[in-house]
């Protein structure tokens, strides 16, 4: 069975930082390119960051370039979110996707988590 169980959202001050952690089962992680998403009340869901399936290559959105880094662990099965100076403008529900390449087109993604809660406020 296909999994992918999103965790480390919360509330935290505008300037903190958390760091989600995505992991996956059911499929060949390796094999694998991994996406954050994440939607804010009202808003459509948008893409945060990338990784390859090699982890050779990553993509930011422009917003968090500088702020947030995506890395992946083979021998966990994990893909994380490093978020730092987070604004209140981060505060959204972010998803996990999982895809065979790495893309900002969430319809290419096979599988998605059911995401986790991360506010920033004051």
């Known amino acids: 069975q296909v999994q992918l169980v999103e965790s480390g959202g919360g509330l935290v001050q505008p300037g903190g930082s958390l760091r989600l952690s995505c992991v996956a089962s059911?499929?060949?992680?390796?094999?694998?390119?991994f996406g954050w998403f994440r939607q804010a009340p009202g808003k459509e869901r948008e893409g945060v960051s990338l990784i390859s399936a090699t982890g050779g290559s990553t993509n930011y959105r422009d917003a968090v370039k500088g702020r947030f880094t995506i890395s992946r662990d083979k021998a966990k099965n994990t893909v994380y979110l490093q978020m730092n100076n987070l604004m209140p403008e981060d505060t959204a529900i972010y998803y996990c996707a999982a895809g065979r390449i790495a893309t900002w087109t969430q319809a290419r993604y096979n599988y998605w988590g059911q995401g986790t809660q991360v506010t920033v406020s004051s």
């Open positions: 059911g499929f060949t992680f390796d094999y694998y390119a």
